[in-house]
C-alpha cells in the first residue's frame, strides 16, 4: 500500500468521498463518535458525509435525542448516538473520571457532597426536563449546595460519565442537559470484551487504515484494552505496512485509482484530521505547514492532504470564507474549491450564497 493509496482509503472509510448516508445519526453510528466541543463545526462535519442535510436538520436530530452531544472517550465533547452511548460509557468512563477527580477535588467536590448534587440533578431533571448549565448551576445552589461557576462543569461531567445526564436540545444559542435514561433506550448491556471488539471494529472500519498508536489516541483507551480490542476483531481486517508501520482497515471497495480533484472544508476537529494521532500523511513534503496545532484550525484538504485553512464570517443572508493557501492552486482545484464552498452556503441555508476570498 502506497501513501496515495492509504489517503484515498481513508477518505473513502470516513464517507467524504462519497456517502449513501441520509441522517445524521447513521453517520455518527459510522463514525463511532464525532468530536463536537466546536458544535458548529461538528454539524459542518457530519453535513460533509451526509449529503443535502441542512444545519438545522442537524440541531433537530439532537434536540429528538437521535444524536446525543456529552463528554466521551479522551474526553471531550463528542456527538455518539443513543444506542451507542452506554456501552462506549461502560469501557471509558473510568479513565474519563479519573481525569475529573483532581479538579473535583480542587473545587471541593468530592463525595458525599458529589452525591448530593447528583440526586439533586436527577430529580431536577426527571420529566424530561431539560436545562442549561447555568440554570443547572442556579438550582443547585437554591437548594442549599456550594456549587461555583467552575465546579459545575465537573459535576456536569462526572454526571455524564456516571450515565445520568446528557446533552437536549438548544434553548436559544445554549445548550441545555437532560437525562439519559429518558433519551437513550434500554440495552441489554455487553460484556467489556464484547464492547471492546464493537469499538476496535467500528473504528477500524470507519477510520482506517490507522494503526494501534492511532486507535489509542482516538479512544482513549489503555494500550492493554485497545491490544485486546484488536486481537478480538483482527481476523477481520487487512493489514498492511507502510515505512515500519502496521495499519489495519476493513475490506472495502476504495477507488483507490480516482484521480478527480476532491476538495473539502474541513472544520477544525474534523475526524478526518484528529482521528489519528500521526497526521504526516496528511501533509506533503514540499508544502510549509506553519507552526502550532492543525487541530485548532478549519482545514483546506485537497486530494485528501492539508493544503491550507479557512474562517468563516457569516453575513445577514450569506458567508464569507476567508482561504489561507500553503501553495497555490490549479485551475481545477479552484474551481472545485467554489464548489464546496457554494454547498457550505446551502447547508447554512443562506439564500445569498458565499464570497470566497483566498490568499497565501
Known amino acids: 500500500m502506497t501513501s496515495t493509496h492509504l489517503i484515498h482509503t481513508r477518505l473513502h472509510n470516513q464517507q467524504l468521498l462519497t456517502s449513501f448516508f441520509t441522517k445524521p445519526e447513521e453517520v455518527v453510528q459510522w463514525l463511532g463518535a464525532v468530536q463536537a466541543q466546536d458544535y458548529a463545526g461538528a454539524k459542518w462535519a457530519i453535513a460533509q458525509r451526509c449529503p443535502a442535510i441542512t444545519d438545522k436538520a442537524i440541531d433537530a436530530a439532537l434536540t429528538d435525542g437521535r444524536i446525543i452531544r456529552t463528554h466521551i472517550m479522551r474526553p471531550?465533547?463528542?456527538?455518539?448516538?443513543?444506542?451507542?452511548?452506554?456501552?462506549?460509557?461502560?469501557?471509558?468512563?473510568?479513565?474519563?473520571?479519573?481525569?475529573?477527580?483532581?479538579?473535583?477535588?480542587?473545587?471541593?467536590?468530592?463525595?458525599?457532597?458529589?452525591?448530593?448534587?447528583?440526586?439533586?440533578?436527577?430529580?431536577?431533571?426527571?420529566?424530561?426536563?431539560?436545562?442549561?448549565?447555568?440554570?443547572?448551576?442556579?438550582?443547585?445552589?437554591?437548594?442549599?449546595?456550594?456549587?461555583?461557576?467552575?465546579?459545575?462543569?465537573?459535576?456536569?461531567?462526572?454526571?455524564?460519565?456516571?450515565?445520568i445526564v446528557c446533552s437536549g436540545g438548544l434553548k436559544g444559542k445554549h445548550h441545555t442537559y437532560r437525562l439519559l435514561t429518558e433519551c437513550a433506550p434500554f440495552v441489554n448491556p455487553l460484556s467489556k470484551e464484547e464492547a471492546l471488539a464493537k469499538l476496535s471494529l467500528r473504528y477500524f472500519t470507519s477510520h482506517g487504515p490507522a494503526t494501534l498508536k492511532d486507535y489509542i489516541w482516538w479512544s482513549g483507551l489503555s494500550v492493554t484494552d485497545a491490544r485486546k480490542g484488536l486481537a478480538l476483531i483482527q481476523s477481520n481486517l487487512v493489514q498492511e505496512t507502510i515505512d515500519n508501520q502496521t495499519y489495519w482497515f476493513a475490506e472495502s471497495a476504495s477507488p483507490i485509482n480516482d484521480e478527480s480533484t476532491k476538495v473539502y472544508l474541513l472544520p477544525n476537529y474534523d475526524?478526518?484530521?484528529?482521528?489519528?494521532?500521526?497526521?504526516?500523511?496528511?501533509?506533503?513534503?514540499?508544502?510549509?505547514?506553519?507552526?502550532?496545532?492543525?487541530?485548532?484550525?478549519?482545514?483546506?484538504?485537497?486530494?485528501?492532504?492539508?493544503?491550507?485553512?479557512?474562517?468563516?464570517?457569516?453575513?445577514?443572508?450569506?458567508?464569507?470564507v476567508d482561504i489561507t493557501l500553503f501553495r497555490s492552486l490549479k485551475e481545477n482545484e479552484e474551481q472545485s474549491l467554489h464548489e464546496v464552498a457554494r454547498q457550505y452556503a446551502s447547508f447554512l441555508e443562506l439564500p445569498e450564497g458565499y464570497t470566497l476570498n483566498i490568499s497565501r
Request: proline fraction near 3%.
Open 76 to 163: 471531550t465533547w463528542h456527538f455518539v448516538t443513543p444506542e451507542d452511548i452506554q456501552w462506549i460509557l461502560a469501557i471509558t468512563s473510568h479513565k474519563v473520571k479519573a481525569l475529573n477527580a483532581p479538579y473535583c477535588s480542587k473545587y471541593g467536590l468530592e463525595q458525599p457532597f458529589m452525591e448530593r448534587c447528583l440526586n439533586h440533578l436527577q430529580e431536577t431533571l426527571t420529566g424530561n426536563q431539560q436545562k442549561t448549565r447555568s440554570e443547572l448551576l442556579l438550582s443547585l445552589q437554591e437548594a442549599g449546595l456550594s456549587v461555583t461557576q467552575e465546579g459545575i462543569s465537573h459535576i456536569m461531567i462526572q454526571a455524564e460519565q456516571e450515565g
Open 271 to 320: 475526524e478526518y484530521i484528529v482521528g489519528y494521532a500521526n497526521r504526516e500523511v496528511l501533509t506533503d513534503k514540499q508544502t510549509q505547514i506553519p507552526r502550532g496545532n492543525i487541530l485548532f484550525s478549519n482545514t483546506l484538504i485537497v486530494n485528501g492532504q492539508i493544503t491550507g485553512t479557512w474562517k468563516r464570517t457569516l453575513r445577514k443572508a450569506s458567508v464569507q
